[in-house]
């Protein structure tokens, strides 16, 4: 290429940065999507309807807040136009990164694997719903960088919006009191979608996390196990968008299991111990009233009693032992 030719191409290279220069719309600079300090976890499944409205929301509410931040939008595997509204209104901001999943992996998956490879020193994790006041997202930041003994700060719901409300309201407060007395904390929203926490505290729990919805119920017990400072704030709840993927039946029983297995995970005296004594003290009641009614003679039943409650303590003892060798609470 001659140096006339050199000078023209040149001249449209800048002309078309101008012009690019002119139109691109206020957002995030090209350093702050390259070093964001909060990194946005937005899982999206079948939510075509309003993820555009969603995606304006949290930008706008970013781009004014200061922070540097990118959002990671995945759609998991839709099977509607989720991905294709994504794509769609991509251009218009620039700190949003498309991950496209092909097969349906999860809310959890999508936390885990976002958390993962999320650049920020503060993840926020939050739904695509229109549910939760994703407004008051550099809210959450702000309190996080305000005190640095906390490595959680949660948006505890005040109201009950979702499907199955009837049967939810009481079936969320007695596994949140499950919760609350093994872990010896109150919890005023054990499973809400909303949360902001520090990425290199969070990233050893992250294997532990389900494929689900109790994904959030896991990283919650998994702080407060572990004597991980958590603040809750109380936010509103809207009435979602959509349709709803929550299954009364299966996801109640997931967040039961979930809760007795990470604490067992953590604390299994907690768990396995009150039994034990309880079944201990029971044989020997037990075993006295039978020496007064039949003097020198057991009963069956009586020593099938003790034996449990000793086999169970035994495995607690064991499974606490483990639990303090393995190194990683």
Request: proline share 5%.
């Amino acid at each position: 290429m001659d140096d006339g030719a050199a000078d023209v191409t040149d001249a449209l290279i800048a002309a078309d940065s101008a012009v690019g220069a002119a139109v691109k719309p206020a957002g995030p600079s090209q350093t702050s999507v390259l070093n964001p300090y909060v990194s946005i976890v937005l899982p999206c499944y079948n939510e075509q309807g309003h993820i555009a409205r969603e995606v304006d929301r949290i930008c706008a509410t970013m781009d004014t807040s200061g922070y540097p931040y990118e959002l990671l939008a995945f759609d998991d595997a839709s099977t509607d136009r989720t991905l294709a509204a994504l794509l769609e209104i991509a251009p218009r901001y620039p700190a949003m990164r498309i991950v496209h999943f092909d097969r349906n992996g999860g809310a959890g998956t999508v936390r885990r694997i976002g958390t993962q490879q999320a650049r920020g020193d503060i993840v926020v994790w939050t739904d695509a719903d229109m549910t939760y006041p994703n407004e008051r997202i550099p809210e959450l930041v702000k309190i996080l960088d305000k005190d640095p003994t906390l490595d959680q700060v949660v948006g505890a719901r005040t109201s009950e919006q979702g499907t199955h409300k009837a049967l939810r309201v009481p079936a969320k407060w007695f596994i949140r009191k499950i919760a609350e007395k093994l872990t010896n904390a109150a919890i005023p929203d054990l499973n809400s979608g909303l949360r902001a926490f520090r990425r290199q505290v969070a990233l050893p729990y992250l294997r532990l996390l389900p494929a689900g919805f109790s994904c959030v119920t896991t990283i919650t017990l998994a702080f407060l196990c572990n004597q991980h400072a958590v603040r809750y704030i109380p936010i509103d709840y809207a009435k979602r968008s959509g349709t709803s993927k929550f299954h009364f039946l299966k996801d109640a029983y997931r967040y039961i299991l979930q809760v007795l297995r990470m604490v067992m995970y953590f604390n299994p005296l907690k768990v396995l111990m009150p039994l034990a004594l309880f079944l201990i003290a029971l044989g020997v009641a037990k075993g006295v009233f039978d020496m007064i009614v039949h003097p020198l003679l057991f009963a069956v039943n009586t020593v099938l009693i003790l034996v449990t409650g000793l086999i169970i303590a035994s495995l607690a003892l064991l499974a606490d032992l483990i639990v303090r060798s393995r190194g990683d609470s």
